[in-house]
């Protein structure tokens, strides 16, 4: 299978194609914050929850005043996770895929600065004299914020793979 650019994986995952309007990324973000409200509760755990939508995504923040109460959830492997159902729990409702993002207590930040870490040796190694420099297997979420790191920093990348294998290949210009 042919290599897929940080230009085709942008369009991908956010391409003009199908992209829902304000009213239904409003609605994912209303049901998925209902769903993470009654998630938190079960857990007993406090949190206030944030909606907000922009790239044909809607975004959903979890946060609290005590760290504490949520560095469970903010694991990335929980984190994915719990994106995974509450995207699911969306799409029982409306009948459509959700494409919606989910940051617990600001996993989504810590996740890019690890991100940012990576692309940064991975670029060490190339300008020690390597042709290229492939990074782990990623959600196609992370492979598009490495593309956007990758491209800052005046290299190009290009995702390789299937499905769960599937990562990020970074070389020069």
Same mark, same amino acid.
Request: hydrophobic fraction near 40%; proline fraction near 2%; include cysteine.
């Given at each position: 299978?042919?290599?897929?650019?940080?230009? +085709?994986?942008?369009?991908?995952?956010?391409?003009?194609?199908?992209?829902?309007?304000?009213?239904?990324?409003?609605?994912?973000?209303?049901?998925?914050?209902?769903?993470?409200? *009654?998630? #938190?509760?079960?857990?007993?755990? +406090?949190?206030?929850?944030?909606? +907000?939508?922009?790239?044909?995504?809607?975004?959903?923040?979890?946060?609290?005043?005590?760290?504490?109460?949520?560095?469970?959830l903010s694991k990335p492997e929980t984190v994915?996770?719990?994106?995974? #159902?509450?995207? #699911?729990?969306?799409?029982?409702?409306?009948?459509?895929?959700?494409? !919606?993002? !989910?940051?617990?207590?600001?996993?989504? +930040?810590?996740? *890019?600065?690890?991100?940012?870490?990576?692309?940064?040796?991975?670029? *060490?190694?190339?300008?020690?004299?390597?042709?290229?420099?492939? !990074?782990?297997?990623?959600?196609?979420?992370?492979?598009? #914020?490495?593309?956007?790191?990758?491209?800052?920093?005046?290299?190009?990348?290009?995702?390789?793979?299937?499905?769960?294998?599937?990562?990020?290949?970074?070389?020069?210009?």
């Amino acid at each position: 299978m042919a290599a897929v650019t940080a230009a +085709d994986e942008s369009a991908v995952v956010d391409g003009d194609a199908d992209l829902p309007t304000q009213s239904q990324l409003e609605q994912e973000g209303d049901i998925a914050a209902d769903y993470i409200e *009654e998630f #938190l509760d079960i857990c007993d755990l +406090d949190g206030d929850i944030d909606i +907000d939508a922009r790239n044909g995504r809607a975004y959903i923040s979890v946060n609290t005043s005590d760290e504490d109460n949520l560095r469970v959830l903010s694991k990335p492997e929980t984190v994915n996770a719990l994106q995974e #159902l509450t995207r #699911l729990a969306v799409q029982n409702k409306t009948g459509s895929f959700s494409r !919606l993002i !989910l940051d617990i207590g600001g996993s989504r +930040d810590a996740r *890019e600065a690890e991100l940012a870490a990576l692309v940064a040796r991975a670029v *060490e190694r190339i300008e020690a004299g390597a042709t290229d420099a492939a !990074l782990p297997a990623m959600s196609s979420y992370e492979r598009k #914020l490495v593309h956007d790191l990758v491209a800052a920093r005046g290299y190009q990348s290009a995702s390789h793979g299937e499905g769960r294998d599937r990562h990020t290949v970074i070389t020069a210009v």
